[in-house]
């Protein structure tokens, strides 16, 4: 059963009520009965076994039984600024990286991009990927819930200048290797993981990332599909932040 978040504002003394989106999930799809347990995950990365109370059409309580704390955070969060990708293949790098423990999802529009976001649906569409988030970090456990953000101007990204920690995908140069590039121990600042679009990143793209201080890393000889390449540089960064392996 995966862990289900929740606003610590549901939680009374030793009871918890269940409502919305969650419960109907619950009741409807997964037939959660009276007598089973749940766990269920607060914002402050605390983490509840509870017995179910009572099933209602619009609610859904729980008792407490026992509660803990999430692990101690050693390493910088991790964002993924991901340029869109086209088809499905967006959704499946918002998935794969929720269940690899990214703490926070950027959509860059590049220039090279095929996809770009349709005026006026932009709203439906990151509440799409926030729910696809949402439910992998659920399934894999996650103590945090991933936060996607509205999709941005890669141009307007890059303007600003770059954390220590923001490492920029960049085949066919010069780059440090992923694996052996040194790695941010900050808790204050995240570590930035930038990919590109389908088509790669335009000159003026990669040139001002670099100017304002992001690294260029590469994954090696080999050029890897733009989806394979959020995935794999993920597992590579949270496996070398003890997160993984």
Known sequence: MPAFFIPSSDIRGAEITLTGDLCHHLRASLRVKPGEYLWLTD????????????????????????????????????????????????????????????RTILPLIARHGIVRPQAGRVAT????????????????????????????????????????????????????????????ASLTEPLALIVGPEGGWAHEELSLALAQGCLAVSLGAHILRADTAAVTALSIVQSRLGRLG
Do not use: C
Request: aromatic share 6%; charged share 25%; no cysteine.
């Open 43 to 102: 914002e402050y990365r605390r983490r509840y076994r509870t017995e179910v109370m009572e099933v209602a059409q619009q609610r859904m309580t729980v008792r407490v039984l026992d509660q803990r704390e999430g692990p101690v955070e050693t390493g910088p969060a991790v964002l993924l600024a991901q340029a869109l990708l086209k088809g499905d293949h967006m959704d499946w790098v918002v998935q794969k990286a929720s269940e690899l423990g990214v």
């Open 125 to 184: 569409q990151v509440s799409r990927w926030q729910r696809i988030a949402t439910e992998a970090a659920q399934q894999s456990e996650q103590w945090q819930l991933p936060r996607v953000l509205e999709p941005l101007e890669s141009r307007q990204f890059f303007s600003g200048p770059a954390s220590s920690g923001s490492l920029v995908l960049a085949e066919r140069r010069e780059a440090v290797g992923l694996s052996n590039v040194p790695l941010p």
